[in-house]
């Protein structure tokens, strides 16, 4: 028996025994001849064989691609030191795995990420946090932006973006927005009344230019700001006469004189020379003393909040001291129940800053292929270009709103759809726009219940194969340039409203544009076919016509004291004119040129 037979024996017979005294010499591994059926290479073989097994100290590399079948493989960690560009882990089932917490990402929770909104309502304040705000009512975001950019891309429902009182200083672009049906984006503010009270009654409706009264005989209002003053020199019935004025430089028709003498109140209808006014109410005799100016809530709304008519809103275009005018008539006239507010509203978008470094060139962009965008209760102002721009294809509603300053345009529409309602549009201050608004390159635009006071050149403009309709509107001018109105190459239906005071033409018609005077065409609540046109107090021509047609062929349009003629066609212009109603234009009703009628007596 070898040295080995006699190891092994022993150590089946010591079984758990200790073998630590079994110490194994140098000549037993090498004494290969004692190992039946080995070769004399076992060392080579050995380590051939070892390199074909996993070591559990995973000192041994796998050399090609493992499957472990049907058995599961557990550790604490799993870790892969693959290179960035490999995926580290491919999972070939969708199931969810339950208790797998997938809610943080680099460490944040879910919560720490903000969510974009499909439908519903977001809310803005000037307390608000675009870092931590979610955009609820409690958490708002600071910025309109903020609360645009969190809509959805798709828009699955109507989303509303609440804006709270306060002034919001940003340039508010709207984009990139998709509808999945008939849904729209409405920038909601609020309004703080300036007035509140209870109208005493008596109120009505004035046809003739589609303007409105309320009265409230317990107010006391006053002349906003007085532009002139004087006491009069002479009595004639509906004038107002002082020697050595100047009027024709500071007064314009649609003014309001206070007589300060008696406390009598009437509005300018037209500026007869420098020292001779037209009145609509004989309120002036000789000695007595007068302040003329505009009326302290002109361009504000009037909302009649309860009792009968409540719920309308109509523009402020003056007032009287215990009267307020409307743009438009009331579709049912308030009286002693109904309660109302005068106000502006109070959430503004204002698009640049005060100092001459401002670079925010609009307040608000509407840009290309965007549809269905309201704006309710805002004040919009203060651009360095245009206050709003709505860019190609797409569809912007203004209701309850003020619009103004912008030092290029207020309101300029491109190939799109405008619809504007019971909203004011003008310029204060410095700022005066070159146009209130502006409608070009085959735009539509519906316009109702509109105060616009120019000091520009032009009030509306409708250019390049647009197409526009006006009812109930009140298109004033205070010392700015000519026409009001003033269309190339465009369309305009209108009814029910007033054209006043323009410095020179009430309306210009050019190079093959179409002025009407009803609204027919356009169906619903516009379809009756009305007139009831007022232009007034201008002065040049009522309407000059240009290589144009104007068909003014109802009755119940009238043209009225305007410097120059009520219609002036030139060069080969269609003016239907016969049935409009003329008086005291200076150089007369309609002129021999206007290619359908004579030149009346």
């Known amino acids: 028996m070898n040295k080995f037979d ?21 000549d037993i591994i090498t004494d290969h001849t ?5 070769g004399t290479n076992t060392h080579a073989q050995i380590d051939t064989a070892i390199g074909t097994i996993i070591k559990k100290d995973g000192s041994v590399a796998l050399t090609a691609d493992w499957d472990a079948g049907s058995f599961e493989i557990r550790a604490q960690t799993f870790e892969s030191d693959v290179a960035t560009g490999t995926a580290p882990l491919t999972i070939a089932s969708t199931t969810k795995i339950t208790n797998l917490n997938a809610d943080l990402l680099d460490g944040f929770h879910d919560t720490n990420f903000a969510k974009t909104t499909a439908s519903g309502t977001i809310y803005v304040a000037t307390t608000g946090n675009d870092t931590t705000g979610d955009g609820t009512s409690g958490n708002p975001y600071l910025t309109v932006q903020k609360a645009i950019d969190m809509i959805n891309p798709v828009v699955t429902g109507n989303v509303t973006v609440s804006i709270a009182a306060g002034s919001y200083r940003e340039l508010v672009t709207i984009q990139g927005k998709n509808y999945s049906g008939n849904y729209s984006i409405t920038l909601q503010g609020t309004y703080t009344a300036t007035v509140s009270g209870t109208s005493t009654g008596s109120n009505s409706n004035i046809t003739l230019g589609s303007t409105g009264t309320l009265n409230d005989t317990g107010k006391s209002w006053t002349i906003g700001t007085t532009l002139e003053s004087g006491t009069t020199s002479a009595t004639t019935a509906n004038k107002l006469v002082e020697a050595g004025q100047n009027f024709l430089t500071t007064v314009k028709a649609g003014m309001v004189v206070k007589n300060t003498t008696d406390d009598t109140w009437a509005m300018v209808t037209q500026v007869d020379s420098n020292t001779t006014l037209s009145l609509d109410t004989d309120i002036m005799v000789s000695g007595e003393t007068y302040i003329i100016g505009v009326g302290q809530y002109k361009g504000y709304l009037i909302k009649i909040t309860g009792g009968t008519g409540s719920g309308q809103v109509r523009p402020i275009y003056s007032n009287l001291k215990t009267q307020i005018k409307t743009v438009g008539t009331w579709v049912t006239v308030p009286d002693n129940t109904s309660t109302y507010d005068i106000y502006m509203p109070s959430s503004i978008i204002t698009g640049s800053d005060d100092d001459a470094t401002a670079t925010r060139l609009n307040a608000l962009v509407i840009t290309a292929g965007q549809k269905n965008i309201i704006l309710d209760t805002l004040l919009v102002s203060a651009a360095t270009d245009n206050t709003i721009l709505v860019e190609a294809g797409s569809l912007l509603t203004i209701n309850n709103c003020i619009a103004t300053n912008g030092a290029s345009n207020t309101i300029k529409v491109s190939q799109s759809f405008l619809n504007v309602n019971y909203t004011s549009v003008y310029a204060t201050g410095s700022f005066s726009s070159v146009v209130l608004i502006r ?18 050149v032009s009030a509306v403009v409708p250019f390049a194969f647009s197409f526009i309709g006006m009812m109930h509107y009140y298109l ?24 006043i005071g323009a410095t020179g033409y009430g309306a210009y018609v050019s190079f093959g544009s179409y002025l009407r005077d009803n609204t027919s065409s356009w169906g619903g609540a516009w379809g009756a076919t009305t007139r009831n046109n007022i232009i007034t107090g201008g002065a040049s021509d009522g309407i000059y016509v240009n290589g144009s047609i104007l068909d003014w062929s109802n009755a119940g349009n009238t043209i009225s004291n305007n410097a120059g003629w009520g219609v002036n066609a030139v060069n080969q212009s269609n003016a239907i004119c016969s049935l409009i109603t003329y008086s005291n234009n200076a150089s007369g009703t309609y002129t021999a040129s206007a290619a359908t009628y004579s030149l009346a007596s």
């Open 34 to 38: 004692a190992l039946s059926n080995i």
């Open 476 to 499: 004033w001018n205070n010392f700015g340039a000519n026409p009001l109105l003033n269309m190339n190459l465009s369309r305009a239906d209108i009814s029910d409203g007033t054209i």
């Open 439 to 456: 409608i070009t390159d085959s735009s539509l635009a519906k316009l109702k219940y509109i105060y616009v006071e120019s000091r520009s």
């Open 6 to 26: 006699k190891i092994l024996g022993e150590y089946r017979e010591a079984d758990t025994q200790d073998l630590s005294s079994y110490a194994l010499t140098s």
